[in-house]
């Protein structure tokens, strides 16, 4: 299976600073289309996860464009700039190039 | 708009089977693309992605459970389903289902205990 690890695995921030979030893949998330399937949730507290980028670094509908989502091959960087109280929680990647789908093991994003 | 909801026996006993259903609406899965798939999180832990069934109805499983799982769907009702056989202590967790095309809607999810 397609190992994704997170880091860090917490993030303490001051609201208004810039987050930032790595994922590393044991191997490229590149697919014989020539996407690559690696999308980016968040999980606020008592919630499900919320789907926030895909395929990289395409926003899903209403996501605010302070959620930034980068990379290619292995190492995929998740930036959130500005962080407002709605964006604490655990953030999860997760890649579906390869079966089975995976996930990493989450970085939870909370206050300083 | 896109919504799922999940449902579930909420407490079953070792061995027995689970079964749970995701009734949704704001798509269809007789159209071209769509699907449903399954997750599921043990409390304060990751996440882990079960099976999915496509419009076309077909299927995937994790291969780290496929002997015990078992997806299918009912087009007419909007609803989708998953059968765990054999259950144990270590299947307890929140079950959600994810659909439309590509699965980006998730529902709440529902708890599951198993326990003797």
């Known amino acids: 299976d397609v190992v994704l690890t997170q880091t860090p695995v917490s993030l303490s921030v001051t609201l208004g600073d810039q987050a930032s979030i790595s994922c590393r893949s044991s191997q490229s998330l590149v697919y014989s289309d020539g996407n690559t399937y690696l999308k980016w949730y968040l999980q606020k507290p008592g919630q499900s996860p919320q789907l926030l980028i895909y395929?990289?670094?395409n926003r899903f509908s209403g996501v605010p464009d302070r959620f930034i989502g980068s990379g290619s091959g292995t190492d995929f960087t998740l930036k959130i700039s500005r962080v407002e109280p709605e964006d604490l929680g655990v953030y999860y990647c997760f890649q579906a190039t390869h079966d089975p789908p995976t996930f990493g093991a989450g970085t939870k994003l909370e206050l300083k | 708009q896109v919504t799922l909801k999940e449902s579930g026996p909420g407490i079953l006993q070792p061995s027995q089977t689970l079964s749970l259903t995701c009734t949704f609406s704001g798509f269809s899965l007789s159209t071209y693309g769509m699907g449903v798939g399954w997750i599921r999180q043990p409390s304060g832990k990751g996440l882990e992605w079960l099976a999915n069934?496509?419009?076309?109805?077909?299927?995937y499983y994790n291969p780290s459970l496929k002997n015990r799982l078992t997806i299918s769907k009912d087009t007419s009702n909007n609803q989708a389903f998953l059968k765990i056989t054999n259950v144990d202590t270590a299947d307890t967790a929140t079950y959600y289902c994810a659909g439309g095309g590509g699965s980006p809607y998730w529902g709440q999810g529902v708890m599951v205990t198993v326990s003797s």
């Open positions: 395929e990289v670094s």
């Open positions: 069934i496509w419009w076309d109805d077909d299927k």
